[in-house]
């Protein structure tokens, strides 16, 4: 079972579903989306994720060693979710 990372992982709209092989297939249904254009919400949705990958990549290009990009990556990892103490 795969740990979800909500802030990683892309939109189910950009997501492909791949097989055993790797190669990437089209989603159930892909054919109709390809018919009707994306509705606002889900590209709003697509904007909002392109927006958090940028400013997460920002984030650790800004850092001077890789020990440094390592704490970075940790702590970006820790604060996914919401925190139980």
Do not use: C, H
Not at 30 to 44: K, T, W
């Amino acid at each position: 079972m795969r740990a979800m990372n909500f802030l990683l992982d892309p939109p189910p709209a950009l997501a492909g579903a791949s097989g055993a092989s790797g190669k990437r297939t089209p989603p159930a249904g892909a054919a109709d989306r390809a018919v009707q254009p994306s509705s606002f919400l889900e590209r709003l949705d697509r904007w909002f994720w392109r927006q958090q990958v940028r400013e997460r990549e920002a984030y650790l290009s800004g850092a001077q060693d890789i020990f440094e990009l390592e704490e970075r990556i940790r702590r970006l990892e820790r604060s996914v979710g919401s925190r139980y103490y």
